[in-house]
């Protein structure tokens, strides 16, 4: 199993396959994806073996993510290569799900338990303020047949919290959960190396809205070992739930259960460590003895926590680049 130096066990891999988006949220790619590197993205061959070698060291669960991850025409193949894999027991998605409805049979079909879309408003006009794409209702309908398919996927929505452009209205998010069977998590706005004005202006605390919720009747959900550093709730007259991911919040990196691995075959022990660790030599051969040494190795370096606190925001320039 792999384990760090502060007893942390890591079973969830993070594994992003593109850095390219189509979106240009403004939180994270505000003038929209500008190709600067190398777009040399892990191959299929590659993604198998990434898969294979962290399973054999005690991961159950991997996360695809981007850039958007639906933008590679091999998404299904990536999704059920990741299934596959012995050791293997939950692949999920995270997307903005701006062709959700026409890409979720094919998601489907290849095994996938789990998608996470991002909505950071429930306004269309809003939405399209956020993202500069009016895709809210396409978006909306695929989280509908997502919930109703036969095998139907664990659907959850990620909402980045900004002070000016959602978290005056999270009524209309309550209102959504009452008959909507989906966990909703609310995310504090992170600042990255490209935000730090916008993080400035627009960072709202969650501990608000969990103080509002708990006084509201919503009721703390006991967590699970792979369910990581989300704090959930409940509530008996809603269908949906409500996550909330507070990265400044006391003791946040204490129960961090997941390693990142890039598009480019780099290991990042943390979301604002310092430029990834390269993988990709020991990504070229079918024995994966060398690569699984090397992750382990890596590991060594985990630190305790990360120090956004300190505004050291590391190598992380959006999370585009790692996939959050
Ligand atoms: N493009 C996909 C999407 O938006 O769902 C996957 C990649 S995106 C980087 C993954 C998640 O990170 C999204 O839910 C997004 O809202 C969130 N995110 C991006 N930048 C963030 C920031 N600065 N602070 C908090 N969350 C952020
Ligand atoms: Fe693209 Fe996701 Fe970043 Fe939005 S949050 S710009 S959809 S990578």
């Given at each position: 199993m792999l384990t760090d130096n502060f007893g942390r066990r890591f079973y969830y891999l993070r594994l992003s396959?593109?850095?390219?988006?189509?979106f240009r949220c403004n939180y994270c790619l505000p003038d929209g994806y500008?190709?600067?590197?190398?777009?040399d993205f892990l191959k299929l061959t590659e993604i198998s073996r990434v898969a294979k070698a962290f399973s054999q060291l005690g991961t159950e669960k991997i996360r695809i993510t981007g850039?958007?991850?639906?933008?590679?025409?091999d998404l299904p193949e990536i999704i059920s290569t990741c299934k596959q894999t012995?050791?293997?027991k939950k692949v999920a998605l995270t997307t903005n799900g701006f062709k959700l409805p026409t890409h979720l049979p094919s998601w489907l079909d290849a095994g996938i338990d789990a998608i996470n879309v991002s909505i950071d408003s429930l306004d269309p006009r809003q939405f399209h303020t956020i993202?500069?794409?009016?895709?809210l209702n396409t978006i909306l309908k695929g989280i509908d047949m997502a919930l109703s398919a036969n095998n139907a996927p664990t659907v959850k929505v990620n909402t980045v919290l900004m002070r000016e452009y959602?978290?005056?209205?999270i009524q209309s998010y309550l209102d959504w959960l009452k008959d909507t069977p989906v966990t909703l998590r609310f995310i504090e706005l992170m600042q990255t190396g490209d935000n730090k004005e916008f993080f400035d202006a627009q960072h709202v605390q969650g501990a608000r809205i969990k103080q509002n919720l708990i006084l509201a009747g919503w009721l703390p959900v006991i967590s699970d070992?792979?369910?990581?550093p989300a704090q959930e709730f409940y509530h008996p007259d809603y269908q949906g739930k409500i996550g909330l991911i507070m990265?400044?919040?006391?003791?946040?990196?204490?129960?961090?259960?997941r390693l990142r691995v890039s598009s480019q075959g780099k290991l990042h022990l943390?979301?604002?460590?310092?430029s990834g660790l390269s993988l990709r030599e020991q990504l070229q051969?079918?024995?994966?003895e060398p690569l699984k040494a090397q992750i382990v190795s890596l590991?060594?370096?985990?630190?305790?926590?990360?120090f956004l606190h300190e505004k050291i925001t590391g190598a992380?320039?959006?999370?585009a680049m790692l996939g959050g």
């Open positions: 396959i593109t850095d390219v988006c189509n500008e190709c600067n590197g190398e777009r850039g958007e991850p639906s933008l590679r025409k012995q050791g293997i993202t500069g794409h009016n895709k959602n978290a005056y209205d070992k792979s369910s990581g990265p400044y919040s006391k003791d946040f990196c204490n129960t961090c259960n943390c979301l604002f460590g310092e051969c079918d024995d994966l590991l060594g370096d985990k630190k305790a926590t990360h992380t320039k959006h999370l």
